[in-house]
């Protein structure tokens, strides 16, 4: 949700954050959302213990921690 707008925002990127509590995360991720990866990641590089990725509808990503590291992984789950 848009804070200024109160209306769902429409955004290129889903973020992905880890950091000390859940309710960090889930601040710093809507925070990082509203700003983008560029601006975004200069407020990541002040915060201790953060990890983001963002992540572009083109699979894109971009990433940036402090200590976490969030870790990738492109392979299918195997079939059972």
């Not at 991720?29 to 200069?42: C, I």
């Not at 509808?57 to 921690?65: D, F, I, N």
Request: aromatic share 2%; net charge positive; proline share 9%.
């Amino acid at each position: 949700i848009d804070p200024a707008k109160g209306v769902p925002i429409k955004t290129p990127y889903s973020v992905s954050v880890v950091a000390g509590s859940a309710t960090a995360s889930d601040a710093l991720s809507t925070t990082l959302l509203l700003m983008g990866p560029v601006r975004g990641k200069l407020l990541v590089k002040k915060l201790p213990k953060v990890a983001a990725i963002w992540i572009s509808a083109q699979g894109k990503s971009e990433m940036l921690s402090t200590g976490p590291q969030i870790s990738l992984s492109h392979s299918a789950a195997p079939n059972r």
